[in-house]
Nanobody, 121 residues
Framework: QVQLVESGGGWVQAGGSLRLACAAA????????MGWYREAPGKQREVVAG???????NYADSVKGRFTISRDNAKKTVYLQMNSLKPEDTAVYYC???????????????WGQGTQVTVSS
């Protein structure tokens, strides 16, 4: 019913920048909070940043001051601008959204397929 399609991952040298995007599609009534998570090899998935539909943001301590999350509600898209990237930022990055669809009475969590970000030293 809802698809989250991510783009923008890739390879970059330490200190570089990447911008991730995640577009939602489907029978969407309303998108509540959206966010980005990441999962590094051998580690649990962790939250990177989140944003409410009103634009309130929060960040993991490890990315504060380097990453910026934003969203375009008209385009149903959330972005993650990543600057000053470090090798420890290497992970698969997943988009997450709390979505109310037209056919269900309550919102549910949806996930993107993940996009690889690799930062070399």
């Amino acid at each position: 019913q809802v698809q989250l399609v991510e783009s923008g991952g890739g390879w970059v040298q330490a200190g570089g920048s990447l911008r991730l995007a995640c577009a939602a599609a489907g029978s969407i009534c309303r998108i509540n909070a959206m966010g980005w998570y990441r999962e590094a090899p051998g580690k649990q998935r962790e939250v990177v940043a989140g944003i409410t539909n009103g634009g309130i943001t929060n960040y993991a301590d490890s990315v504060k001051g380097r990453f910026t999350i934003s969203r375009d509600n008209a385009k149903k898209t959330v972005y993650l601008q990543m600057n000053s990237l470090k090798p420890e930022d290497t992970a698969v990055y997943y988009c997450n959204a709390d979505v109310l669809v037209l056919t269900l009475p309550r919102s549910s969590d949806y996930w993107g397929q993940g996009t690889q970000v690799t930062v070399s030293s």
